[in-house]
């Protein structure tokens, strides 16, 4: 089975997602995989059901211990939960673009809620400002980038996106965060099933990341603070006061 995804030609054969397999296990020297991602952004349910069986296949053989999809669409990802025995979903979630429904899923089915973006690209930072340039080798420069992209435009940070930050700047930086610390506390604070995976250029950004964890996360009412500045409802609120 070759399938063709929106997002670019993706391999999804049940041969190639077997080989793929095989070939990290010899890359990771290890014997098995922890959690084996299914990227592909978008697969029709009728392919899903194969593509399940062939991941439970990878289970059966012992080269891998479970599996996961990521992706941002609800509905596929509804269906592929509910047809599966898959423990993860990996989706977008920051607090300038909240995925309540994935989240909410998650939750419901037990599920590791794997949020990619915690950070906006950067933007959650305080390294981008209005008069910030983005370099031309940078993907987040480009003029044809994908939507995903769309923290950054025309080579500088998004105004749109930028107002919305600096509107909640004060309660992210609250009790002495960073920015960036106030970014993950906002995630942390919104479900106990989310787990954010911020990226990083240098050693300082990975103490910066690994010190938010000293930090409690927002309060419940901090979240409906940034809810009613922003215009929205993000998370469900299970944060203790």
Known sequence: METKIASGNVNISLNYIKKACESSLQRLNTDYIDLYWLHAWSVSKEDLIPIRDTLEGLIDEGLIRSYGWSTDLYDLSEYFVKNSNSVAIEHESN?????????????????????????????????????????ENDNRSKKNAPD????????????????????????????????????????????????????????????????????????TNQMKEIDEILGERNFIYTTNE
């Open 95 to 135: 607090v300038l673009h909240n995925m309540n429904e994935i989240i909410e899923l998650c939750e419901k089915k037990n599920l590791a809620s794997i949020n990619r973006s915690p950070l906006a690209m950067g933007l959650l930072s305080d390294k981008y400002f209005a008069n910030s340039v983005i370099p």
């Open 148 to 219: 995903y992209y769309n923290y950054f435009k025309d080579g500088k940070p998004n105004p749109d996106w930028l107002e919305k930050r600096e509107k909640i700047r004060e309660i992210l930086r609250s009790e002495g965060r960073s920015m960036v610390q106030g970014a993950l506390a906002w995630i942390w604070a919104g479900s106990e099933n989310t787990i954010p995976i911020p990226g990083f250029k240098s050693e300082k950004q990975v103490e910066e990341n690994i010190l938010a964890m000293e930090f409690e996360p927002l309060t």
